[in-house]
């Protein structure tokens, strides 16, 4: 199993990024995908979540600014977020899980820049 993020870099407050997601080595359409972060210092957050069913939830902090979107032909999942702010700087990881199944991908770094 293989989720590979990529997207992450530097960008100024107020900006956007997105994310990605590539999947292999599971069956992608049965699976919750999941955005977590992971700021210095912090522990590790979900941030965005979408099911096999195509239901989204965010956390409260990027409601309104953060988009979750899955294409399961592609076995991609995607993070749009726009309005970038600085707390908004950290490692983020896709998590895909089924029943007791759950795998992660490395991270990709997003710095946000005041």
């Known amino acids: 199993v293989q989720l590979q993020a990529s997207g992450g870099g530097l960008v100024q407050a107020g900006g956007s990024l997105r994310l990605s997601c590539a999947a292999s080595?599971?069956?992608?359409?049965?699976?919750?995908m999941d955005w977590y972060r992971q700021a210095p210092g912090k522990e590790r957050e979900l941030v965005a979540g979408?099911?096999?069913?195509?239901?989204?939830n965010y956390a409260d902090s990027v409601k309104g600014r953060f988009t979750i979107s899955r294409d399961n032909a592609e076995r991609m999942v995607y993070l749009q977020m726009n309005s970038l702010k600085p707390e908004d700087t950290a490692v983020y990881y896709c998590n895909a899980y089924y029943g007791p199944s759950a795998y992660w991908g490395k991270g990709t770094l997003v710095t946000v820049s005041s």
């Open positions: 080595g599971i069956i992608f359409s049965i699976h919750n």
């Open positions: 979408i099911t096999a069913g195509g239901r989204r």
